[in-house]
T-cell receptor, first 112, second 114 residues
Framework: GNSVTQMEGPVTLSEEAFLTINCTYTATGYPSLFWYVQYPGEGLQLLLKATKADDKGSNKGFEATYRKETTSFHLEKGSVQVSDSAVYFCALSEGGYQKVTFGTGTKLQVIP | EPEVTQTPSHQVTQMGQEVILRCVPISNHLYFYWYRQILGQKVEFLVSFYNNEISEKSEIFDDQFSVERPDGSNFTLKIRSTKLEDSAMYFC????????????FGPGTRLLVL
């Protein structure tokens, strides 16, 4: 079955540091890939997505590139802010009404 | 921007009691889902629903669970006889069509079973 593996947290960074959260996946077909973010006390928000190989999703300064050859979808941001502190979930979906399979989440804490 | 809403935000119940969690999906969406997240664990799929039928369900979604779309706007998850291990955050999600892979999630209902 499908699965998503992402790096263990928590990740603690200073403001303006570079962020990478690694994510790799296993899927039987050609999934769409997502990053969701969960701010403290809130629900899941879609951060970015990519639907095919070599696509780059981007939003709010975050980027991730769909790498089929390495089955990866690493999340990056060049300069994090305190307001980016949240839990980040890598996820995949195969087909429009198929379930979303989530990774375990990576907690990011950005300190001033 | 349209969003998925859920009520209540928090619910505390006694073991063995029935609970109903409510969701209002985005208005033009046709596919609905429930997920749960036990504290500190990953988000897990429970069930998907389309055209008044369950499309897929996980092994977690046993006979204690049911879903319903009682009217044109609400989508509910019922747990008939709650157990301690049902304590979790429950997320509702919706998507527009089979060609729209993105599911939009609500803010969640935190259920605590005592």
């Amino acid at each position: 079955g499908n699965s998503v593996t992402q790096m263990e947290g928590p990740v603690t960074l200073s403001e303006e540091a570079f962020l990478t959260i690694n994510c790799t996946y296993t899927a039987t077909g050609y999934p769409s890939l997502f990053w969701y973010v969960q701010y403290p006390g809130e629900g899941l928000q879609l951060l970015l997505k990519a639907t095919k190989a070599d696509d780059k999703g981007s939003n709010k300064g975050f980027e991730a590139t769909y790498r089929k050859e390495t089955t990866s979808f690493h999340l990056e941001k060049g300069s994090v802010q305190v307001s980016d502190s949240a839990v980040y979930f890598c996820a995949l979906s195969e087909g429009g009404y198929q379930k979303v399979t989530f990774g375990t989440g990576t907690k990011l804490q950005v300190i001033p | 921007e349209p969003e998925v809403t859920q009520t209540p935000s928090h619910q505390v119940t006694q073991m063995g009691q029935e609970v109903i969690l409510r969701c209002v999906p985005i208005s033009n969406h046709l596919y609905f889902y429930w997920y749960r997240q036990i504290l500190g664990q990953k988000v897990e799929f429970l069930v998907s629903f389309y055209n008044n039928e369950i499309s897929e369900k996980s092994e977690i979604f046993d006979d204690q669970f049911s879903v319903e779309r009682p009217d044109g706007s609400n989508f509910t998850l019922k747990i008939r006889s709650t157990k301690l291990e049902d304590s979790a955050m429950y997320f509702c999600a919706s998507s527009e069509s089979p060609l729209q892979e993105t599911q939009y999630f609500g803010p969640g209902t935190r259920l605590l079973v005592l």
